[in-house]
C-alpha cells in the first residue's frame, strides 16, 4: 500500500478506536435504551399490493390486554412525506396509509401497549377492510399503464423521466453493436440491525434514538410530522448495525412512532422485525437496460445508447433520480464519443426503491462492463485489451464525459496494469484455456471491470468543528454519523495530525443534533471528503490561533512554534513548550490574550467541495460446473483508487465489505413478488446474502491518484469494492461458459440461470 511519508499519521493502518467497544459488547444500540415508562409499539400492515382501504376496525386491539393505543392515518393525519425534492407532489407518501394501500407491507395502523409482546398479539386483532385493486408488479406493464394507475391523482404511472440525452445516431459509423438487455436486480440492504426507533418526550422536547444515517434530516421531518419546532427534537444516533444507504431519510413508521410519543407524552420504542425489514425498508437498483453498444473492429469505441427502466416501487424517494446517475456514469473510464441515454421511472405497487450501497452507480458499471466483455467476445479480444484501447488517459483530466460528469482525476491504466499483474492475468487465461481443452467438469471464467464512480456530489456542506477544552481535552465534532465505516478513528487521525497530538488526546463527538451544529449526514461516500475537510479546516484554524498564542506566551515568533508529541513549544528549544492543557486554560483567561485575540480556542467549518470520483480494476476468477450450473467465486482480486488515503485499513475494510456486498448481487440476491405483488423474499431464508463461506480470499491493491477538490485530496471507498465486483463476478460466470456459446446470463446467477444458460446455448 502507498501511504504519506513517516511523521505524519494520516495514511496509517491505525487500528479502530471503535472496535474494542464493539467487539466485547459495550456497544449501545437503540434496544439498549429503556427510558422508564416506556411503550411498546407493533404495526399492522397491509396483506394486499394494490387495494382501497376502508373502514380499519381496532376496537378489538384497543381492549386487549396491556394495549394504550391504537392509531391508523386517519386518527394522526400526519402530513404526507415528499421524500425527495424532485417528487410530484401527488406521490407524497402518507406515514400511515390512507384510502388505499400500495404494496404489501405498507403500514396501516400502530398498536402501542406496555409491551412488545402485547403490542404484536393486539395487532393480530386489527380488522381492516381493504377493496382488492390490480397489483401493478411489472414495471413494463405499469409504464404502459395497462393496470391502471397506483396514483389516481398523477395522469399515469410514471414519475420522472430523462429524456435522451443525444440526438446523434450513437451508433453511427460503428462496424460491430453488441445488443442486449440486462435486469439489474432488486436488491435488499439487509442491514445487521434492522429499523430500531424510541421517542422519548420530556419537558416539551422529543428524544428520539434512531438507526439514521443522517440525524438532522431525520429531525427536520419528525419535527414536520410531528409539529414541533426543529429545536425541540432531539435526534441522537448511538451505535448502529449498518445501513447501507437505506437508512437515509426518515422511514415512515419512525414518523409515526415520534409523532405518537408526542402524542401520548410517553416513550415508545418500535424494533423491526427481519421480515418487517425485508418487505418494508427500501430496495435498491431495480433497472431494466436495453444497451447498444458500438464500436470498429479495432476494438474503438463508437457511441453506446441505453434505455433504462427504473421500478420505483409504491412510494418515490431518491430511486426517482438514481437512473440519472446512471446515466452520468455510463461512459464509465472510457472515452465514447456519443452517448444516448434515456430513463424512465415508474411506480409500482412494489415496496418504494431508493439509495442502497452505490445507489445509480453500480447500475451503470454492471450495464458499461457487461457489455464490454460482450463486445470483447464479438470482437475476438481479450477483454483486458479492449478496455486499455479505450480509457480516458491521465493528461485528460478534469474530464467531462458525454454522459455529463466532469471527472476530478483518474489513472485507469495504472489500475489495470497493476490489477493484471496482481491476478497473474496471464496465467490464469493459461489455465483457464487448458481446462477448455481437456473438457474439464469444472471450468474457469475470469471477469475483469475497470469502474469509475462518483462519490460526494451535489449533496451540500458539512460542518466539522474542533474545541481544545479548558481542561485541555480536544474535542471533534462532525455533521457526519458513521455506521460501520470507523469515523472516530479517521477524523481523530485528522485533527490529531494538524494539532500534533496523539490520537487519545482527541475525542469525537457525531450523531447527536443537540451536541452538533449540524450536518447532511454519511451518504454518497462522503465523510471523509467533506466531513474530514471541514474538520481538517477546523483544526487548521485552531493551530493557526494556538500558534499566535503560544508565540505570545513564550515570547517567540508565531513562525517558530512548533507542534510535536503533544506540546506547542518553540522549535529548537524543547524546554520552553506548553501543553494543549496550559495553552487552553491561558486561551480561556482575557488576561493573557494577546491584545484583540478572542478567548477559547475553537473553530468550525463548513467545506462543501465538488465531489470526486473514485476508481479502480477489479479481477474476479470464478469456477463453474458445467454439469450443475453452479458457479463459485474462487479468487478475487481489486485494485482501488481513493484518492489520498486516511487509514488503508478502514479503506481496505471497506472494499472487502463492498465486495462481498457486490458479489451478493452477481450470485445470490434477488427480491422476488408474484404477479399479485406478494413478497416471495420475506426472510432470510429466502433471500439469500453471502457469508463468508462464499467470499474467497481477496487480494487487494490500491493506487493513490490524488482528488484536487478537497484539501485531504480524499475520495471516497465507501461504496467503490460494490460497483467494481458486480461485473467483475457476472463476467467471470459468463466468462466460463461463454466457449460453450453462452452470451449473456442475467443475475443472480444461480445455479439454476446458469444450467439453463448452457442448456440454452448447447441446443
Ligand atoms: N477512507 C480512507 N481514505 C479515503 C476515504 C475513506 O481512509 N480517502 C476510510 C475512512 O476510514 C472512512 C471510511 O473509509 O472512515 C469510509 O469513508 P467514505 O468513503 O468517506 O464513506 P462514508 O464514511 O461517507 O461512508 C458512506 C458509505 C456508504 S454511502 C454506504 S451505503 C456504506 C458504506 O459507506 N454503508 C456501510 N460503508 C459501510 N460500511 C459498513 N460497515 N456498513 C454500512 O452500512
Not at 174 to 186: K, M
Not at 484 to 510: D, K, N, S, W, Y
Not at 519 to 533: E, F, K, L, N, Y
Not at 634 to 639: D, E, I, L, T
Amino acid at each position: 500500500m502507498q501511504t504519506r511519508p513517516p511523521g505524519s499519521i494520516l495514511g496509517h493502518s491505525v487500528r479502530r478506536r471503535e472496535d474494542p467497544r464493539l467487539i466485547t459488547g459495550a456497544g449501545r444500540y437503540v434496544d439498549d435504551f429503556n427510558p422508564e415508562g416506556c411503550l411498546h409499539a407493533a404495526f399492522v400492515r397491509s396483506t394486499l399490493a394494490h387495494g382501497e382501504l376502508g373502514a380499519v376496525d381496532t376496537s378489538a386491539a384497543a381492549a386487549a390486554p396491556g394495549v394504550v393505543a391504537v392509531l391508523t392515518g386517519e386518527d394522526l393525519q400526519l402530513p404526507g412525506v415528499i421524500a425527495f425534492p424532485m417528487v410530484p407532489p401527488a406521490l407524497a407518501r402518507p406515514p400511515l396509509a390512507r384510502e388505499r394501500v400500495r404494496f404489501v407491507g405498507e403500514p396501516v395502523a400502530i398498536v402501542i401497549a406496555e409491551s412488545r409482546e402485547a403490542a404484536v398479539d393486539a395487532a393480530q386483532q386489527v380488522v381492516v377492510d381493504l377493496n382488492p385493486l390490480p397489483a401493478l408488479v411489472d414495471p413494463e406493464a405499469a409504464r404502459q399503464g395497462r393496470d391502471g394507475l397506483l396514483f389516481p391523482k398523477h395522469d399515469s404511472n410514471i414519475a420522472g423521466h430523462f429524456a435522451p440525452s443525444n440526438e446523434t445516431d450513437a451508433l453511427e459509423g460503428a462496424e460491430v453493436v453488441v445488443r442486449a438487455r440486462f435486469v439489474n436486480q432488486r436488491l435488499a440492504p439487509v442491514p445487521m440491525e434492522p429499523e430500531a426507533v424510541l421517542a422519548s418526550p420530556e419537558n416539551g422536547r422529543l428524544t428520539v434514538w434512531a438507526t439514521s444515517q443522517t440525524p438532522f434530516g431525520l429531525r427536520a421531518e419528525i419535527a414536520k410530522a410531528s409539529g414541533l419546532d426543529e429545536a425541540d427534537v432531539r435526534v441522537v444516533v448511538p451505535d448502529m448495525g449498518g445501513g447501507f444507504g437505506a437508512k437515509a431519510g426518515a422511514r415512515a413508521e419512525v414518523l409515526v412512532v415520534a409523532a405518537a410519543a408526542h402524542r401520548l407524552g410517553r416513550p415508545i420504542k418500535w424494533m423491526e422485525t427481519r421480515s418487517e425489514n425485508l418487505v418494508a425498508m427500501t430496495h435498491g437498483r431495480g433497472q431494466v437496460q436495453e444497451i447498444e453498444l458500438g464500436a470498429r473492429r479495432d476494438g474503438r469505441l463508437v457511441g453506446l445508447k441505453a434505455r433504462v427502466l427504473a421500478d420505483l416501487g409504491a412510494y418515490p424517494g431518491i430511486a426517482l433520480v438514481l437512473p440519472m446517475l446512471t446515466g452520468q456514469m455510463s461512459s464509465g473510464v472510457y472515452e465514447i464519443p456519443v452517448i444516448d441515454y434515456e430513463a424512465h421511472c415508474v411506480v409500482t405497487s412494489t415496496t418504494p426503491l431508493g439509495a442502497y450501497r452505490g445507489a445509480g452507480r453500480p447500475e451503470a458499471a454492471a450495464m458499461l462492463e457487461r457489455a464490454m466483455d460482450m463486445l470483447a467476445v464479438e470482437l475476438e479480444m481479450d477483454p483486458a485489451d479492449l478496455r486499455r484501447r479505450n480509457l480516458i488517459p491521465p493528461d485528460r483530466f478534469p474530464h467531462t464525459t458525454q454522459g455529463g460528469a466532469t471527472y476530478d482525476s483518474g489513472e485507469y491504466e495504472r489500475a489495470l496494469d497493476r490489477l493484471l499483474e496482481l491476478s497473474d492475468y496471464s496465467k490464469l487465461r493459461e489455465e483457464q484455456a487448458r481446462r477448455r481443452t481437456s473438457g474439464d467438469r469444472k471450468q474457469l471464467g475470469i471477469g475483469l471491470s475497470v469502474y469509475v464512480e462518483v462519490t460526494a456530489e451535489g449533496i451540500g456542506p458539512e460542518w466539522g468543528g474542533v474545541h481544545v477544552e479548558p481542561a485541555g481535552t480536544i474535542v471533534v465534532r462532525c455533521g457526519t454519523t458513521s455506521f460501520g465505516q470507523g469515523h472516530e478513528t479517521t477524523l481523530a487521525q485528522i485533527a490529531a495530525e494538524q494539532l500534533g497530538v496523539p490520537m487519545e488526546a482527541v475525542r469525537v463527538v457525531q450523531s447527536d443534533t443537540d451536541a452538533v451544529e449540524r450536518g447532511h449526514g454519511t451518504v454518497g461516500s462522503r465523510s471523509m471528503q467533506h466531513g474530514g475537510s471541514a474538520v481538517l479546516e477546523a483544526a487548521r484554524s485552531v493551530r493557526d490561533k494556538a500558534r499566535e498564542l503560544a508565540g505570545h506566551l513564550l515570547e517567540a515568533d508565531p513562525r517558530d512554534v512548533v507542534f510535536v508529541d503533544g506540546s506547542v513549544g518553540v522549535a529548537g528549544v524543547p524546554e520552553r513548550a506548553l501543553t494543549w492543557t496550559e495553552l487552553a486554560a491561558a486561551a480561556a483567561d482575557p488576561a493573557r490574550l494577546p491584545e484583540g485575540m478572542e478567548p477559547g480556542l475553537k473553530a468550525e467549518a463548513d467545506f462543501a467541495g465538488s465531489g470526486s470520483y473514485p476508481f479502480g480494476a477489479h479481477c474476479a476468477v470464478a469456477e463453474v460446473d458445467v454439469e450443475t450450473g453452479d458457479a463459485k467465486l474462487v479468487r478475487f482480486f481489486a485494485v482501488d483508487d481513493c484518492g489520498r488515503i486516511i487509514n488503508p485499513l478502514l479503506a481496505e475494510g471497506q472494499i472487502h465489505g463492498g465486495i462481498a456486498q457486490g458479489t451478493g448481487q452477481a450470485l445470490f440476491e434477488e427480491v422476488v413478488f408474484d404477479a399479485e405483488g406478494n413478497p416471495l423474499t420475506a426472510s432470510l431464508l429466502d433471500y439469500q446474502i453471502p457469508t463468508i463461506g462464499e467470499i474467497p480470499e481477496v487480494v487487494t491493491d490500491v493506487t493513490e491518484t490524488p482528488s484536487p477538490n478537497n484539501p485531504l485530496g480524499a475520495k471516497g471507498v465507501g461504496e467503490s469494492g460494490t460497483i467494481g465486483s458486480t461485473p467483475a463476478v457476472q463476467n467471470a460466470v459468463v466468462d466460463a461458459v461463454s466457449h460453450m456459446g453462452v452470451r449473456h446470463i442475467d443475475m443472480p446467477l444461480t445455479p439454476e440461470r446458469v444450467w439453463r444458460a448452457i442448456q440454452a446455448a448447447r441446443s
